[in-house]
């Protein structure tokens, strides 16, 4: 049997300069899912992005899926792509595998806690207060510098990597420390500050964006301090939920995300295109 990708639309030009196409995979002509391809709205036409990929229940487990996504990847050459990215979901099922199968890489995570009534107590001597206007500045261009450079670090071409960093940074903090739903707070021990954090509330759940420890102060169980806070802060604030994102690099967080109860809910994975 022969597995396709039938058009269900024309090449579309979309407003943010993005181009998409929708697909019916077909095999031997008979509809059995779709595929949603297009261009990445950030990191520009040299990127491809699935953003759907579905196979009805009765045509699953026989490789439907993996000839689509290989078609995808040749429409994605076409445009001139160089990348290719997906999101999969966080449980450990067949989206992982197949993407995994086909030499995808998984490059960040999102991840949630769900919580409770009662806020964590900070260990002794800890305690947060929210930043200064003085410490405000240093801060926002050391965490701007420090996100530009993940993603070059990633593979993204400078300009699409700053282009991103400006664009999230004007979205989240428009107005610096009065950004309505901005959260941002260092964390002393003994009257040091000895770490920052930046937290966001988004709809009915709190984000942390950014969670850091000073340099001379890592090692001393001040990264967990920083997340009990946020844990704390989300609840004040009446959220039940909370989540973040991590480099799959970064195994130190990992650890100490999963170790506070957090739990995986979706795998951002890319591949090279050669």
Not at 87 to 114: D, F, I, Q, S, W
Not at 177 to 185: F, N, Q, W, Y
């Amino acid at each position: 049997m022969t597995t396709t990708l039938r058009p269900t639309e024309p090449l579309q030009h979309n407003e943010d300069g993005t181009r998409s196409r929708r697909f019916q995979v077909c095999v031997n002509g008979r509809p059995v899912g779709a595929l949603h391809l297009g261009t990445h709205p950030v990191f520009g036409g040299t990127v491809a992005r699935i953003s759907e990929l579905r196979i009805e229940e009765p045509d699953r487990r026989r490789g439907r899926g993996t000839v689509a996504a290989l078609a995808a990847e040749e429409v994605a050459r076409g445009w001139g792509c160089r990348r290719i990215e997906a999101t999969v979901p966080g449980a450990a099922g067949p989206a992982l595998r197949l993407a995994t199968a086909l030499g995808y890489v998984v490059r960040n995570r999102g991840m949630e806690k769900a919580l409770g009534d009662t806020a964590p107590d900070l260990p002794r001597g800890s305690r947060g207060r929210p930043m200064t206007e003085a410490e405000y500045g240093p801060w926002a261009d050391k965490s701007f510098e420090e996100y530009f450079r993940s993603w070059v670090e990633r593979g993204v071409p400078e300009a699409a990597a700053r282009a991103k960093a400006e664009r999230d940074h004007a979205v989240l903090l428009p107005d610096g420390l009065r950004t309505p739903g901005a959260v941002l707070s260092v964390l002393e021990h003994e009257g040091t500050p000895v770490g920052t954090l930046w937290m966001v509330a988004q709809d009915d759940r709190a984000y942390v964006y950014d969670v850091e420890t000073a340099p001379a102060h890592r090692g001393r169980g001040h990264g967990r301090t920083l997340m009990l806070l946020a844990e704390a802060q989300a609840i004040a604030a009446g959220h039940r939920v909370i989540g973040l994102n991590v480099f799959a690099d970064n195994a130190p967080a990992e650890r100490l995300y999963e170790s506070l109860g957090y739990e995986t809910t979706r795998y951002a994975m890319f591949k090279t295109l050669l």
